[in-house]
C-alpha cells in the first residue's frame, strides 16, 4: 500500500519570503502522479501543482515549484514570494497509475504567512 | 469556484441516527468521488462512481453507502452513526472515468457533528 507522509505539521513563513513543505512517500510502484493541494479557510480543496513520475523535470506553476527526487521518494513543495493569501493548509498526494483511482493524501501541512 | 455543490454545509445529529449528504458535481463531469476528512486521519478515499456505476472502493464502511443518480448527482448515506464518524465528507468530481491526472474538482465539504 502506498502511503504518504508530512512531517511538518505547522509552518510560518514571513511575506515575500520562500518556504519549503516536505513529503516523503512510499510505493513499490515505476509509475505515478504526485500532488501538492491547498485547502485555505473556505475548506476546499485546491489542487496547486502536479508532477508525473516518469518526468525528470520539476513542475513549476508561478511562485509554486517542486522538488522531485524519485530516488529518495520525496517531493517537496516551494513557495516562493509567500503572500498572506498562501495561509492553508497544503496536502502532498500520490496516485498510482491505473491504480483505481485512488487518490492517497498525506496528514497535511498548515501554513500561515505573516506580515 | 469549483463547480461542485455540496449540501448541506453543516450538519449536527446524534449517534445511531442516518443522514444523506448530497452532492452535485461539475456541469458534464461524469465522476464522482467522496472523500471523509477527519482531524486524526487526514483524507480518506471512501468511494468513486462514474456514471452511475460503482468504480473505485475505498476505506467505506459497512454503515455507508453511496449511489449515483442518472442525472449524475450523488448522495453519500451514513448510518448508525457513531461519534467517530465527525468528519468533513468532501465530494469531488472529475470528467474522466480514470483519475490519473489527479485533477479533481472539490466541493466546499459538509461538516458532520454526531453528539
Known amino acids: 500500500a502506498q502511503t504518504v507522509t508530512q512531517s511538518q505539521p505547522e509552518m510560518s513563513v514571513q511575506e515575500a519570503e520562500t518556504v519549503t513543505l516536505s513529503c516523503t512517500y512510499d510505493?513499490?510502484?515505476?509509475?505515478?502522479?504526485l500532488f501538492w493541494y491547498k485547502q485555505p479557510p473556505s475548506r476546499q480543496m485546491i489542487l496547486v501543482i502536479r508532477?508525473?513520475?516518469?518526468?525528470?523535470q520539476n513542475a513549476t506553476e508561478n511562485r509554486f515549484s517542486v522538488n522531485f527526487q524519485k530516488a529518495a521518494k520525496s517531493f517537496s513543495l516551494k513557495i516562493s514570494d509567500s503572500q498572506l493569501g498562501d495561509t492553508a493548509m497544503y496536502f502532498c498526494a500520490f496516485i498510482q497509475t491505473g491504480g483505481g483511482n485512488k487518490l492517497t493524501f498525506g496528514t497535511g501541512t498548515q501554513l500561515k504567512v505573516e506580515l | 469556484d469549483s463547480g461542485v455543490t455540496q449540501t448541506p454545509k453543516h450538519l449536527i445529529t446524534a449517534t445511531g441516527q442516518r443522514v444523506t449528504l448530497r452532492c452535485s458535481p461539475r456541469?458534464?463531469?461524469?465522476?464522482v468521488y467522496w472523500y471523509q476528512q477527519s482531524l486524526d486521519q487526514g483524507l480518506q478515499f471512501l468511494i468513486q462512481?462514474?456514471?452511475?456505476?460503482?468504480?473505485a472502493k475505498g476505506n467505506i464502511l459497512e454503515r455507508f453507502s453511496a449511489q449515483q443518480f442518472p442525472d449524475l448527482h450523488s448522495e453519500l448515506n451514513l448510518s448508525s452513526l457513531e461519534l467517530g464518524d465527525s468528519a468533513l465528507y468532501f465530494c469531488a468530481s472529475s470528467a474522466f472515468r480514470d483519475t490519473n491526472t489527479g485533477e479533481l474538482f472539490f466541493g466546499e465539504g459538509s461538516r458532520l457533528t454526531v453528539l
Open positions: 456541469s458534464g463531469d461524469l465522476s
Open positions: 510505493t513499490s510502484e515505476s509509475n505515478y502522479y
Open positions: 462512481y462514474y456514471n452511475g456505476e460503482e468504480r
Open positions: 508532477q508525473e513520475a516518469y518526468k525528470q
